[in-house]
């Protein structure tokens, strides 16, 4: 359906909603298109008695998602009917846009520097998505006097990590093995909550 127009959500086709939804629930929509390349360098230099191994990698990606949420809304024509002979809540999609692109390289490194010996390093960049339920631009909450609600942020992208990882092994003979690792990981782009003040005119749109 169109933004802004009626939904029957127990329709044919439709899955995944129950007639009671309500205000406040996260369910709804989502329909994501990912595109993205994925090459790779991989090796081997040897120099008399030693070897480094190596992997480069780098995967571009471009994802664009269409979100849909669907809130409650009151007949109007309730307002002037007593319980028990009211017409039922009916669903209005709220329906956004969003896209992003992201690249993620990767380097592989491992030195073996006698048989039983090795030095290894790995960078990395890895991408986490936001979570669907904070995305759905669905309003909850309200509470009893309805001051306060919680709305979710179609426009949220993705939370990133740069990760280090520094290894040494010395194989000691069959399954045995000593090993001492160090690893490292710096997030950017985590979402947060945040609180703003909105007149109840706000509301309107959802």
Do not use: C, H
């Not at 169109?2 to 439709?14: K, Y």
């Not at 030693?50 to 780098?58: A, D, M, S």
């Not at 309805?146 to 010395?170: E, I, V």
């Amino acid at each position: 359906p169109s933004n802004g127009a009626a939904a029957n959500l127990q329709e044919a086709g439709r899955t995944n909603f129950s007639s009671g939804l309500t205000t406040g629930g996260s369910a709804g929509i989502i329909d994501e298109k990912v595109m993205g390349f994925y090459a790779e360098l991989a090796g081997t230099v040897e120099r008399g008695s030693q070897k480094v191994k190596y992997l480069f990698g780098g995967r571009w990606t471009r994802s664009e998602q269409i979100l849909t949420a669907y809130n409650t809304v009151t007949d109007p024509r309730n307002a002037t009917l007593a319980d028990g002979g009211k017409y039922p809540n009916y669903y209005v999609p709220t329906t956004l846009k969003g896209s992003y692109s992201s690249f993620l390289p990767s380097a592989n490194v491992v030195w073996e520097m006698m048989d039983d010996f090795q030095l290894r390093a790995a960078v990395s960049r890895t991408m986490t998505r936001a979570n669907p339920a904070s995305m759905m631009p669905v309003l909850g909450g309200g509470g009893s006097d309805g001051l306060s609600w919680t709305l979710g942020n179609p426009n949220l992208r993705p939370y990133y990590s740069t990760n280090l990882d520094l290894g040494a092994t010395l194989f000691t003979g069959g399954e045995g093995y000593i090993g001492a690792g160090w690893f490292k990981k710096m997030m950017t782009g985590f979402p947060n909550n945040y609180s703003t003040v909105q007149p109840f005119t706000y509301l309107a749109q959802f």
